[in-house]
T-cell receptor, first 114, second 114 residues
């Protein structure tokens, strides 16, 4: 059962544009929402994460927006660069009981054209 | 210095064979994980060990057996390989076993079963 749904599957953006990736979850016990970035041939790496007690978290050009009532969260990449081209995964977990078990979305392949 | 390393990087084998993938982390972390990434890039946790003790065991065929000789190593042994086992297998580690602990992934092992 897919508990975290991610869209779009692929995204093409021009350099300098804004990339937006959306995720929706079903399990109301989820209380930790990280985003991972994966370059071809590499393992995923943590990019940014949010807890549901805040509605937004920003780190440089990367921002997570979180809507608890809608059970949705999104990643915004401002001023997208060709070096941002990668696969992005949202994930979710329930910190108190899941011992680090992350449930991942299906991934979004981002391509930023120069 | 490689934080989480896996060997081999590529593994090509015939159906029915038994193979092992090794993982080592030099981060001093207490928890290690195995993930499977299928051809559609979907990431799913298989196992998690904390201080050599199994704490997560997803619905994985018992042909897959993880072994943790010490907390810096988590190896994955696969018996009677099947076509459907073809995937990229990632090892990861985190400081503790909590969901909010950042997970650091290895470079992956691409397994191809012919």
């Amino acid at each position: 059962q897919q508990q975290v749904k991610q869209s779009p599957q692929s995204l093409i953006v021009q350099k300098g544009g804004i990339s937006i990736i959306n995720c929706a979850y079903e399990n109301t016990a989820f209380d930790y929402f990280p985003w991972y970035q994966q370059f071809p041939g590499k393992g995923p790496a943590l990019l940014i994460a949010i807890r549901p007690d805040v509605s937004e978290k920003k780190e440089g050009r990367f921002t997570i927006s979180f809507n608890k009532s809608a059970k949705q969260f999104s990643l915004h990449i401002m001023d997208s660069q060709p070096g941002d081209s990668a696969t992005y995964f949202c994930a979710a977990s329930s910190g108190g009981t899941s011992y680090g078990k992350l449930t991942f979305g299906q991934g979004t392949i981002l391509t930023v054209h120069p | 210095d490689t934080a989480v390393s896996q060997t081999p990087k590529y593994l090509v084998t015939q159906m029915g064979n038994d193979k092992s993938i090794k993982c080592e982390q030099n981060l001093g972390h207490d928890t290690m994980y195995w993930y499977k990434q299928d051809s559609k890039k979907f990431l799913k946790i298989m196992f998690s060990y904390n201080n050599k003790e199994l704490i997560i065991n997803e619905t994985v065929p018992n042909r897959f057996s993880p072994k943790s000789p010490d907390k810096a190593h988590l190896n994955l042994h696969i018996n009677s390989l099947e076509l459907g086992d073809s995937a990229v297998y990632f090892c990861a580690s985190s400081q503790g076993g909590w969901a909010t602990d950042t997970q650091y992934f290895g470079p992956g092992t691409r397994l191809t079963v012919l």
